[in-house]
């Protein structure tokens, strides 16, 4: 077993024949890669060179690209495209989305990335489907399932809990996270099959709001929140609340900082108007 102290958007985990314990260190937070090719590991994989477009030399570019993530993207592998279509010297973005999830990914280029670390401290906005009567090693779908229950609440007592997630709270990381443990990410431990054990830690939620029931076995919530939330801990903690158990499947990013939802550029639109701008030239 291992475990960690309080600090500070899939390979299935084999059993392993022993499990070790070790002290913990202190990690920056962030959601987990899901890929051992994605952040913060291996490099992603190159998009296709378009033949006719000549090699320019890397330009100094300075500002913001509010990118619309699309699911099923690494959070590295956005930021690499972004960094080629302006053929930027330097580029980051401010805050890690899952693969799983899309939206707001605030990304920095040039002198802007010099900012980031104020863009990420703002508070976030989620909007997220929660599934109930599964819950998942993960906390998400791509995990698998390691405890089931046939409770299906209402929404008044679905309401009736919400307060206990509002305001300065302790909430328990999920295992496969980006935390570190004696110098390794939990996820890689989880993956590896040892036992997880984060220490719960302060966050500060300060809206949570039920908007939708599509169906009896789902709830859409909406979040805002402080830095340092797991939108998949409160699926978890929400689920066993209400005497159930519950995992996102689904998870979007709607505002970070400054930065709104009604701003982002999907990527597709983002490389047409930069081949329009260069057409023009």
């Known amino acids: 077993m291992r475990t960690a102290a309080s600090t500070e958007e ?3 985990p084999a059993a392993a024949p022993e499990q070790t314990v070790r002290p913990a260190q202190s990690a920056r937070d962030g959601e987990r890669p899901r890929y051992k090719s994605a952040d913060p590991g291996g490099r992603p994989p190159r998009e296709p060179q378009d033949p006719t477009r000549p090699r320019l030399p890397k330009r100094d570019i300075d500002g913001w690209v509010l990118l619309d993530k699309p699911v099923g993207m690494t959070s590295t592998q956005a930021v690499a495209v972004v960094k080629r279509l302006f053929n930027a010297k330097k580029a980051g973005h401010a805050g890690t989305l899952d693969p799983l999830a899309s939206g707001c990914l605030p990304i920095a280029l040039g002198e802007a990335t010099k900012t980031v670390p104020y863009v990420m401290d703002g508070q976030k906005t989620y909007r ?3 599934q109930f009567g599964t819950e998942m ?3 998400d779908a791509e995990g698998r399932v390691v405890a089931t229950s046939d409770v299906r609440p209402s929404d008044a007592q679905i309401l009736e809990v919400l307060a206990r997630f509002t305001g300065p709270i302790m909430q328990v990381p999920p295992a496969y996270s980006a935390l570190k443990i ?6 890689d431990l989880a993956r590896e099959g040892e036992t ?3 220490e719960p830690r302060p966050v500060v939620i300060h809206r949570l709001d039920l908007v939708e029931r599509p169906d ?3 709830a859409v919530l909406e979040a805002e929140c402080g830095k340092g939330t797991y939108v998949r801990s409160i699926a978890r903690d929400l689920g066993r609340a209400v005497g159930s158990c519950g995992h996102v499947t ?3 990013r709607a505002a970070v900082g400054p930065f709104l939802e009604e701003d982002l550029v999907p990527l597709d639109e983002l490389r047409t108007r930069l081949d329009t701008s260069e057409a023009a030239l």
Request: proline share 0%; aromatic share 8%; hydrophobic share 40%.
């Open 10 to 12: 899939k390979d299935r």
């Open 128 to 130: 997220f489907t929660v």
């Open 137 to 139: 090693d993960t906390d």
């Open 182 to 187: 004696a110098g390794e990410r939990a996820y």
């Open 196 to 198: 997880v054990v984060l």
């Open 216 to 218: 009896a076995d789902h």
């Open 250 to 252: 689904a998870l979007r």
